[in-house]
């Protein structure tokens, strides 16, 4: 028996206890956006720097101005070096009466046909990925004493919340994170059978909107017909944003927009998605992006503009008849390559300051971005992660675009001058970012397997 | 001495005991709205029956489904009775980070122009003016050990909750309720020097209109630029209801309205009422109604389609990259006379559908509503009370239309057969709904005293 035979046995073996340790780093609400949970966060970076420090790597919590980041080096001589990425923050969980099982006491329970998965806020982004690359180190260690190539692990408590302080850590930590090539583990595979390697993210420029007109709620029977009222105005801009045909109205959004080649878009052609297969499940039936375009266009490689949330005047219970001085909306945009954030900011800003009426005023209190990242498509380990993939699966990794972003992937390439090979076992029907995440079991036990394939693969 | 003006110098030695009273009952926070304040509303009727009855009226707190109602009747053997009307109940006080004191601890404020003001929830609506009556007929019993009339007082828990309760209970002890005439105190003065008697009131219909798209929330990278955002629905919808003249645009809206006589909006325009003098002080300039409509008109006899709250997606802290499953906007419409609440309901609720997009649903969770009422110009004691607070106010009365909405003054004509006389002491600038609400020490003491000349007056 093989090594790898012998490591991919021990997976099998010890999974039950691979359950157990991701259960215990599920526990930990580690919602990163909501600085009521730093503690939380602190918990969670330290949870892992405690597992990883067990398996004898050179494992720290790194302070930053923000969440931790989470280091742990091997040191083993190994001819080749790799830098694994993941983040152990995770997506508030409201609204929180829509979940079947609180989110932060996972448990495995069967699916409608079967499968089982765990099911927990953070199962699939990204605490569940982590650990199949940890796991995958640790069977490695346990039956080879050593690990086919040396090991750098970053794993951020920031990436939900913009990541704002993991570019300036990887620039005063340059030197020690260098390696021969960068493993994300943040994305989704094509669908339960098929693996994917992703190699473009759409980006992502989000801000929040503040339109006032009277100085004070007002009554809506005094002034009720006379007065300006904010959510009305928001509306009417929101309401221009988008054409009858789904193009955005914004001028000068679509500047600098690349179009993907032509073959790569004969290739999407080819995998089939359809309306049914990718609406249905989440109750749709249209999609409402731009006339003539593809599904798997509108959703990685065409820019979109998003209201993620939108509140003003009386939200309790009953009724107030109140008419608001204050409308607030999140806006984000997704970017795809040749969109610079800074542009599209501008660009919306002054879009929504152009549409105000008379009495009333805008402020934008956040406009930070990052750019869509296109990783090279002859990257040497790009074959290599591909065939290990194979092997395991059955069948060819699937070469794609994903329309998430995962900004620290754009930072990889300008710091570290190196691409990344996004690799994840995520499945689009996880619900990350929604009430009951879940992470098939299967997703976990072969994401495990599949590293172990990966790290022997990428020691040649 | 006569006995009036013997009640009068009491009212003024009596004051700071007067306002103490009034500081006990402001300091329960009786939000009727949201069931999380049900003890403090009972609390608050509570309150005012113990007061009551301590004047040697029979004073009872009546059960309903919802919040008690407060009775008290005099049987001194009088000539005339009048029905005195006002409600304990109060608006919820969010945004609470926006009051210059707590909204429960009331207190005497001097405004910018030295004006003395007290401050607190409720202050002006309805606690301040209910107490202005109450305090009337405290210092006539103390002065006479009678009153002039005999009185039948009626403080409801539910007024800014939509009355629900009120009109079954009219309806069961209409034959206790019986007066000569009813008095409601809940509006405003023309200016702080020129009392009011409002003869008109527009109506109410409020609903809670909620817009479905996907079956849940989805991330906006995986599903952005194809997913439909019932934010986005809804604020199309939104924006489709006023037309660029300020018109509303649902089908059959304007139904019925009936056009004040020409000899009446003669009137209003002798007021002279300006943009600048109305929307000045709350940070606006220019009136948002239909184009060729005078401010007076705007508020008080055109009909509006107000959103008073609206909400989808994610609204806390930091941001949240999600495309929300569900959009809600509460709206209210105020209604003048000859609309129909339920034909309004009906017509709001079928442009909502007609504008659906497909793959989204719509529902309607509210839909009350109350026509508007107009009192009989005839009534013989408008005269009898237009003089008494003239005798006090040193001006005569004007006699004007409201834009808000009173739902029982409707009931008061339906079920008892009788008008009543709107008479408050309210300011346009008391913030009522809104917060730092705020009554002038002067409407509480000058109320007080103008209710005393009113019950003489009513004698005869």
Redesign the interface.
């Known amino acids: 028996m093989s090594d790898l035979d012998r490591v991919l046995a021990t997976v099998d073996a010890d999974l039950d206890a691979s359950l157990e340790r991701l259960f215990a780093f599920l526990r930990i609400p580690s919602i990163s ?3 009521a949970y730093a503690d939380n966060c602190r918990q969670a970076g330290q949870w892992l720097v405690d597992d990883l420090a067990g398996l004898g790597l050179g494992a720290k919590l790194n302070d930053t101005p923000g969440h931790p980041i989470v280091t742990a080096t091997s040191s083993l001589g190994a001819a080749r070096r790799v830098l694994f990425y993941g983040h152990y923050d995770v ?2 969980v ?2 929180l009466n ?1 979940w079947e099982n609180p989110p932060f006491e996972p448990k495995i329970i069967e699916g409608p046909n079967g499968v089982k998965r765990i099911v927990a806020r953070g199962s699939s982004d990204d605490k569940g990925q982590v650990m199949t690359f940890v796991e995958a180190c640790r069977a490695y260690l346990k039956v080879t004493g050593t690990l086919p190539v040396d090991v750098t692990i970053m794993v951020e408590g920031e990436e ?3 990541s704002g302080n993991l570019p300036p850590f990887l620039e005063t930590h340059k030197n020690e994170l260098k390696a021969d090539v960068a493993l994300v583990c943040d994305t989704s595979m094509w669908d339960a059978k098929t693996p994917a390697i992703t190699v473009s993210l ?1 980006g ?1 420029m ?1 801000d ?1 909107i503040v339109v006032t ?17 904010p ?2 105005v ?3 801009i ?5 054409g009858p045909d789904g193009h955005i109205a914004i001028p000068g959004f679509y500047d600098g927009v690349v179009e993907p080649p032509d073959a790569v878009k004969a290739q999407w052609e080819a995998l089939g998605m359809t309306a049914e297969s ?2 249905g499940p ?8 731009e006339t003539g375009r593809s ?1 798997i266009e ?2 990685t490689s ?3 503009f ?19 001085s204050i ?4 806006i ?1 945009c ?1 970017l795809v390559a040749g969109q610079d954030p800074i542009h599209i900011r501008d660009a919306v800003r002054a879009f929504f300051r152009a549409h105000l ?3 009333c005023s805008v402020e934008f209190l ?1 406009g930070d971005g990052s750019p869509a990242v296109a990783v090279s498509h002859d990257n040497p380990n790009l074959a290599k992660a591909s065939a290990a993939l194979a092997d395991e699966w059955g069948k060819p990794a699937v070469v794609i675009g ?4 995962i900004p620290i992937v754009g930072h990889f390439k300008k710091t570290l001058g190196q691409d990344a090979l996004m690799i994840g076992f995520a499945l ?1 029907d996880d ?6 995440e879940k992470y098939d079991l299967a997703s976990f036990h072969k994401g495990i397997r599949s590293w172990v394939r990966i790290l022997a693969a990428l020691a040649n």
Chains 1, 2 share one sequence.
């Open positions: 956006t909501d600085r997506q508030p409201d609204p829509l939900e919340n913009g759409r992502l989000h929040e007109c009277a100085n004070r709620d007002l009554h809506s029977g005094y002034y009720g017909g006379a007065a300006a009222n959510l009305h928001l509306s009417k929101i309401a221009a944003v988008h990718f609406l989440i109750g749709l039936s249209q999609p409402i992006g599904l509108m959703t065409r820019p979109t998003e209201v993620n949330g939108l509140w003003g005047g009386y939200i309790g219970e009953g009724a107030k008849t109140v008419i608001p409308a607030t909306a999140k984000s997704r009426p008379t009495d956040a994903a329309g998430g972003s689009d619900r990350i970012h929604s009430p009951n």
